[in-house]
Nanobody, 120 residues
Framework: VQLVESGGGSSQSGGSLRLSCEASGYTYDSHCMAWFRQAPGKEREGVASVDFDGSPYYADSVKGRFTISKDNAKNSLYLEMNSLKPEDTAMYYC????????????????WGQGTQVTVS
C-alpha cells in the first residue's frame, strides 16, 4: 500500500485547508485510516481516524474543527480542517492499518511521506 498526501499549505488563523491522501496498491486490508501530525520538537500525535464502517474518531484538540472522511471508490482519505489555529502547524501524515481503529493491537503499517500545514 502506498499513501500520498496532498493539500497542505499555509493559512491564517481561522482559515481552512483540506488534506487528501490517495492510496494505491493492495488496499483491501486497510481497515483503519488515520491522520497524524508532528510539530517540530514534539511527538507525533493522532489527529483523527476513520474505521472500516465509517466511524470517525478525533483527538480532543481538533474535535468540532476537523472532519475526517474517506471515499472507498477513490481509495482516498480526506481531512477537512476549519478554524485553524497556529498550534495546528505541523507535518501531517496519512496512515493505514489492517485492523480496526478500536483493535487493542492495532498498528499502522503504512505511512505517507507527509504534507506540511502552517498556520499563522
Amino acid at each position: 500500500v502506498q499513501l500520498v498526501e496532498s493539500g497542505g499549505g499555509s493559512s491564517q488563523s481561522g482559515g481552512s485547508l483540506r488534506l487528501s491522501c490517495e492510496a494505491s496498491g493492495y488496499t483491501y486490508d486497510s481497515h483503519c485510516m488515520a491522520w497524524f501530525r508532528q510539530a517540530p520538537g514534539k511527538e507525533r500525535e493522532g489527529v483523527a481516524s476513520v474505521d472500516f464502517d465509517g466511524s470517525p474518531y478525533y483527538a480532543d484538540s481538533v474535535k468540532g474543527r476537523f472532519t475526517i472522511s474517506k471515499d472507498n471508490a477513490k481509495n482516498s482519505l480526506y481531512l477537512e480542517m476549519n478554524s485553524l489555529k497556529p498550534e495546528d502547524t505541523a507535518m501531517y501524515y496519512c496512515a493505514a492499518s489492517s485492523r480496526s481503529c478500536l483493535h487493542p493491537d492495532k498498528v499502522f503499517e503504512y505511512w505517507g511521506q507527509g504534507t506540511q500545514v502552517t498556520v499563522s
